[in-house]
């Protein structure tokens, strides 16, 4: 990967840059410098300054906004202008003083070398540093080449002492499309037994990158089969050895399919295009749609021959999506919108179309707070999570459940009940307990087609009360 021009850095930071330079040593480094290699628009400008003491920095950065010195007994400065927020950080030096990530001493050393200063990063990748006013890279460690092979490799043997990183290596190799060098691999296999020293915060932050800005998600999951850590994920970890008929899946066990189906989704336009919480979702979903196949797999008799099968693995899987998410500590809401994209990912396979509006609008309500649209997707990627095989069949059956949801304008959210408790109020019946299940007769028919607006809906209702009269209160 060639460097053909200069860094573009915005004018407001480069005159920041210009008067940090009388008193200290200015570099570009981590983020996004690794992103500007890779011919990406850096998210974020971070800024390690040497040769200065931090009292002197933050005077000259105060003319240029606020500066939050919270982050002082690390040596790092947050300065907040109109143009955004940059950290300004001294070279520092840590040491391992206890168990997890917190348990570092940090100690800033406006001396240090910049390989000595990049040394401490946990990957040679982020180990590249910038210098702006000559337009040169400092990469003692070899993390350009490292980019350009597309290799992710620890810097230094001190990447053992914060089990942390491996599951950043695990969202580094699918945000990149990134291989684990061998020598990393042995690392992050000496130190798996740490992973209980991390918080479930931390775990959660590095799932959730792995989940929204994935370009090759299966390369994350390689990470941790590789390196001893996909036990610790216990429902993914089922996957590995889980066989399926070779007819329907060629592509080898549940995980491979997985890792197949994963890539697939995150190729689809709606997915690229969806915010982080709607791309979140759906990965989990694809992710978990096959947590039930280990627990049902069996040989069965199908067509006159024996063949693995699983049967009743959607509803089995539901449990088992909710036990992992919390287990991660994602947020509620996830599971509720995840589970039911498991539990009815095969719909297109169960039902005969052409589907039928009852079907259809039944369907609706019990994917809420998901949506048919949402599981369309899981269902496209299941479909070409099976490579080679294409089956024009399946997609049709995908196409026309997606085609009756848009006519039925359910295809992005589910029925709501047009006959309410006011209703009855108006008809002239007090509350009683009788209102719940006579709306819900009024919703079950309402779904089955019976009535389709407000004012149907109250004749149906009259007549409803007409042939099972409520006492007036």
Not at 72 to 91: C, M, N, Q, W, Y
Not at 162 to 186: G, K, M, N, S, W
Not at 225 to 246: I, K, Y
Not at 249 to 262: K, M, N, R, S, W
Request: with cysteine; glycine share 6%; aromatic share 8%.
């Amino acid at each position: 990967m060639a460097k053909n021009s200069a860094m573009v850095i915005p004018s407001k930071l480069r005159t920041v840059l210009e008067s940090v330079r009388k008193v200290g040593r200015p570099r570009i480094v981590g983020g996004g410098v690794r992103d500007w290699l890779l011919g990406l628009k850096p998210k974020d400008f971070d800024l390690e300054v040497a040769g200065v003491n931090f009292d002197t920095l933050q005077r000259a950065l105060a003319p240029f906004g606020a500066t939050n010195i919270v982050g002082r007994s690390f040596g790092v400065i947050k300065l907040h202008t109109a143009a955004g927020e940059h950290d300004f950080s001294l070279p520092r030096r840590e040491s391992k003083t206890g168990a997890g990530h917190r348990g570092f001493a940090v100690e800033p050393d406006p001396q240090l070398s910049d390989a000595e200063a990049a040394a401490r990063r946990d990957f040679t990748i982020n180990a590249i540093a910038y210098d702006p006013f000559e337009d040169t890279l400092i990469d003692p460690h070899g993390g350009r080449e490292d980019l350009e092979r597309r290799i992710l490799r620890h810097t230094s043997d001190a990447f053992a002492e914060d089990p942390l990183r491996v599951l950043r290596a695990f969202q580094f190799a699918a945000r990149l499309d990134l291989t684990l060098a061998p020598e990393t691999i042995a690392l992050c296999r000496s130190i798996s037994s740490a992973f209980s020293e991390l918080a479930v915060e931390r775990v959660w932050a590095e799932w959730d990158k792995w989940a929204t800005q994935s370009i090759k998600p299966s390369r994350g999951l390689d990470v941790l089969r590789v390196t001893d850590w996909l036990r610790h994920f216990p429902e993914v970890a089922a996957l590995h050895g889980t066989p399926q008929d070779p007819e329907w899946h060629p592509e080898g066990d549940a995980l491979v399919h997985t890792q197949y189906c994963l890539d697939a989704l995150v190729n689809l336009p709606e997915w690229q295009n969806a915010p982080p919480a709607h791309r979140r979702q759906l990965t989990f979903a694809v992710l978990a749609h096959d947590f039930g196949k280990p627990a049902t797999t069996e040989k069965g008799e199908r067509r006159g021959e024996l063949r693995w099968i699983s049967p009743g693995h959607e509803a089995a899987g539901a449990p088992l999506t909710d036990a992992f998410l919390s287990r991660l500590g994602a947020p509620h809401d996830l599971k509720d919108h995840v589970r039911p994209l498991v539990q009815f990912h095969l719909y297109h396979h169960h039902g005969e179309p052409p589907f039928s509006d009852s079907s259809v609008r039944r369907l609706a309500r019990k994917l809420a707070p998901a949506t048919i649209s949402d599981l369309c997707l899981v269902m496209r990627a299941d479909h070409d999570g099976r490579p080679p095989l294409h089956s024009e069949d399946t997609l049709n059956r995908i196409g026309e459940l997606a085609a009756k949801a848009h006519q039925l304008e359910l295809q992005n959210n589910a029925p709501k009940p047009i006959i309410l408790g006011r209703h009855l109020l108006t008809l002239g019946y007090a509350p009683c307990p009788q209102f719940k299940p006579i709306l819900a007769t009024a919703f079950e028919a309402q779904l089955d087609g019976a009535f389709s607006d407000e004012a149907s809906g109250i004749a149906w209702l009259q007549k409803h009360l007409r042939e099972h009269p409520l006492e007036l209160g």
